[in-house]
């Protein structure tokens, strides 16, 4: 049976020799125990189709994907949020490297935010259509791709391929010839006696000169151009400057009962809402019931119509520091908020920061702004504004100090804070109303509990 089928085999060779060397037929012998095959396919089209009982060759026609391999595409830049117009592409793959499919070959960095762009498929870079820096907008064309996770690299350069030259033998060194050894023994001759002289015709010695100072070395400077973010956290902060009339007021935080709460209670909120217990969570709380208690604080001027407007809501900005400057995601309606959905909020786009993963909606909007510097040791500082909002708030570390209570002087974990906000809008008594408010709130927690 196996050579009745082989000789089938050689038959359609011979009677289908013209056919290319890229099309393919399936010739299937089924049997007891042997299966032979024999490939011929044709290109994009089905010839025929033949099927018999089990001891008769059955043919089957298909088309393989080999037409699509060393498929070229044209990526192009996603589309940006309706706030933001272009970005600056930056590479991070060149010319005749592989990729991955999702593997990221570029990151478009923007006013808010980065955009990071994947590969669609797997293949190997075709060509670069930005130069890196470019500036580009949605839907601009980006990088060729040649899809296929085997298709060849670019071909190297010529100074790749050229063999390397063999090394040149090392010159040999002339080996110094050795003093002649003394043949007789000289007698060493005997120093003259020196003249016995007066001291006074002595002459004093000269002071050994002072060592040149050496060379402090090289001293170089590099420039970096800033990136489109840094260029635009320097624009805001100078508008804020020039149109907002800042002020600050200032206080302090006796932290000795929060400290309290969250040391006893810590185990058990981790435990509860899988997410640990910290002090952001107080004072983003503390503020929006201060923000719904001082409704100018959560306003905002719009200057296009010169008309005043007072949010029902509150959106808190919290300051992240990323390597590419500082962000202010949103955590949106934190009046309906409990201390376990802010602190989950406050790890998620932190996370999200530090993995360059915010996008453009998580950073639009917020009414009020808390920074906290203490987590960088921070003792004492005023913030500038988040345009266009008109208040920030700025937190600052923990320190024992001594203060008194109830006339005696104690040593308490102290923290400073700031409120800078807008004069235009906020007068002075509503801005140390605020300040006050969150300073009782935080330090007896309980007023929350009975909304005072």
Known sequence: MFSHSRGLCRTFGRSLSAVSQANNVLVRQRASGWSVCCQIIHRKSQLCESQSTAHTPQLQYFTTSALHRNEVIVVKTPAFAESVSEGDVRWEKAVGDTVAEDEVVCEIE??????????????????????????????????????????????????????????????????PTPAPAATAHVTPVSPPVAEAKPVAAVKPTAAPPAPAPQSAGHRGESRVKMNRMRLRI?????????????????????????????????????????????????????AAHALVDQPAVNGVIDDTTKEIVYR??????????????????????????????????????????????LAVEDMDGGTFTISNGGVFGSMFGTPIINPPQSAILGMHGIFDRPVAVQGKVEIRPMMYVALTYDHRLVDGREAVTFLRKIKSVVEDPRLLLLDM
């Open 110 to 175: 923007t006013d808010k935010t980065s955009v990071q762009v994947p590969s669609p498929a797997a293949g190997v870079i075709e060509e670069l259509l930005v130069p890196d820096g470019g500036k580009v907008e949605g839907g601009t064309p980006l990088f060729k791709l040649k899809k296929g996770a085997g298709a060849a690299k670019a071909d190297p350069s010529p100074a790749a391929e050229a063999p390397a030259s063999p090394p040149e033998p090392p010159t040999p060194t002339a080996v």
């Open 234 to 286: 320097a624009e805001r902060l100078k508008e804020a400057q020039n149109t907002c009339a800042m002020l600050t007021t200032f206080n302090e935080v006796d932290m000795s009962n929060i400290t309290e709460m969250r040391n006893l209670q810590k185990d058990a909120f981790l435990k509860k809402h899988n997410t640990k217990l910290g002090f952001m969570s107080a004072f983003v709380k503390a």
């Open 312 to 357: 029902d809501y509150v959106d808190i900005s919290v300051a992240v520091a990323t390597p590419k400057g500082l962000v202010v995601p949103v955590i949106r309606n934190v009046e309906a908020m409990n201390f376990a959905d802010i602190e989950k909020a406050i790890n998620a786009l932190g996370e999200k920061a530090r993995k360059n993963e």
